[in-house]
């Protein structure tokens, strides 16, 4: 059994490629699924966020694996394959480990040590758990993440500046706008996006809030935890002239703000810039709209910017929480090795014993004249010879996977004695 994640991030692909490849709650479980359905022998978990989407497998020869998964996102997304193939990673065992552990110690985020990211990690593998499409590898594999992440976060600095994409789109609003005091902003979507970039805001000291939300009854209450007002979904439109700066984080699969619509803004406006941050995967502004005078539209991609600033401060503690992931990743794959070891004994044990217990029954059949006692003493004979030879390759077998060249050993076990 082996690991392999297969995947694309913001380091890799652009926008416009990694919001073709998201999955979304009501997509997620039926991918999953249809994944599971293709490779019945492989353990699956995907994990998809704005800047990473990831296929996590544990199935015996992983290797062979990438080409399915590489059309199960084709085929599912109903995307051509050259179309993101370039784009795409594998990591295999040693390597996947270590890069889920990257990830969920957020030294791979666009922004180094927010902690977004692990509570996205624990609902991917939850979403799978619930699935029933996990088994011992993945398990240990995500749960041995979360701990290491929480060693990472208490062991180091990497998160003493406490940010999210959300904050960094304020950071990044304040180079447009240095006051936010007489300020008033829009938030179009109320998910866990939405709500935290909301709260930043507020802590900057913004004048009124506006929440859109499709539903509306969510939008009232969160509008209220901030002595904000609420509106329809589809009013939100309507009501952008009166925002100075508009935070999109819908979740819709399409664009809900078109170049169309900002002729009237503006005018309602008197033609004062208004600030629009997509933080939306797939995105909820077209790209056009930027083409427009006294419209400044930013997607998350263009967050990277702010975020080098973050980076200069959290670089110090990097190489620190490098050296946590690579004790954890070598604690992991030991245990996965005594796992692999453990299996593959307890098989050679079996299948040689299985032997000798089939060709005792045959030779006991022919000498009917035995007594009990006797019957007994071949048995026990038999054992003590198959026991005797099990002894040498087992104590090898284990002490080779203290060096990491069991592998070996086993695959030639399992040729030799069809395991």
Do not use: W
């Not at 499709?214 to 935890?225: D, G, H, N, S």
């Amino acid at each position: 059994m082996g690991i392999l994640v297969v995947g694309l991030n913001h380091k890799t692909a652009p926008v416009e490629v990694r919001e073709k490849l998201a999955f979304n709650d009501q997509t997620l479980p039926r991918a999953l699924i249809e994944l599971r359905g293709r490779m019945p022998d492989a353990e699956v978990v995907i994990l998809s966020t704005c800047n990473r989407v990831e296929v996590y497998v544990a199935a015996p020869d992983i290797e062979k694996r990438t080409g399915d998964i590489a059309r199960f996102l084709s085929e599912f997304h109903k995307l051509e394959a050259d179309k993101f193939a370039p784009h795409l990673y594998h990591h295999y065992n040693r390597d996947a480990v270590r890069h889920l552990f990257t990830v969920s110690c957020s030294l791979d985020s666009m922004v180094v040590g927010e902690a977004e990211v692990l509570g996205q990690a624990k609902r991917a593998y939850m979403f799978a758990l619930e699935e029933g499409i996990t088994g011992k590898v993945l398990n240990s594999l995500f749960q041995r993440a979360f701990g290491v992440a929480k060693n990472v976060r208490a062991s180091s600095a990497i998160g003493e500046r406490k940010v999210s994409i959300a904050s960094v789109a304020v950071e990044f609003g304040q180079k447009i706008f240095s006051d936010f005091s007489d300020k008033t902003v829009m938030i179009i979507g109320a998910g866990e996006m939405g709500e935290l970039t909301l709260k930043h805001l507020v802590d900057k000291g913004v004048s009124a809030v506006i929440v859109a939300n499709r539903t509306y009854e969510k939008a009232v209450e969160l509008a209220r935890q901030y002595d904000g007002m609420a509106i329809s979904f589809e009013a939100f439109v309507d009501n952008m002239h009166r925002a100075d700066v508009v935070i999109s984080t819908s979740g819709a699969p399409h664009y809900i703000i078109f170049p169309k619509h900002l002729p009237q803004v503006l005018r309602a406006r008197r033609n004062k810039p208004i600030l629009l941050i997509d933080i939306a995967v797939p995105r909820d502004i077209h790209p056009d709209v930027e083409d427009i005078d006294n419209v400044y539209l930013y997607n998350i991609d263009d967050l990277q910017k702010v975020v080098d600033e973050n980076i200069s401060f959290r670089e110090q503690e990097l190489e620190q929480c490098s050296s946590i992931i690579e004790a954890e990743t070598d604690n992991l794959m030991a245990y996965f090795e005594t796992l692999d070891v453990a299996h593959v004994i307890k098989d050679f044990h079996e299948a040689l014993h299985n032997i000798r217990k089939s060709e005792l029954a045959r030779s006991l059949n022919k000498m009917p004249k035995l007594d009990e006692k006797d019957r007994q003493e071949v048995e026990y004979l038999t054992e003590r010879i198959v026991n005797k030879i099990l002894n040498q390759p087992t104590q090898t077998l284990r002490e080779e996977a203290s060096q990491d060249a069991e592998y070996k050993y086993i695959e030639a076990l399992k040729k030799l004695f069809g395991l």
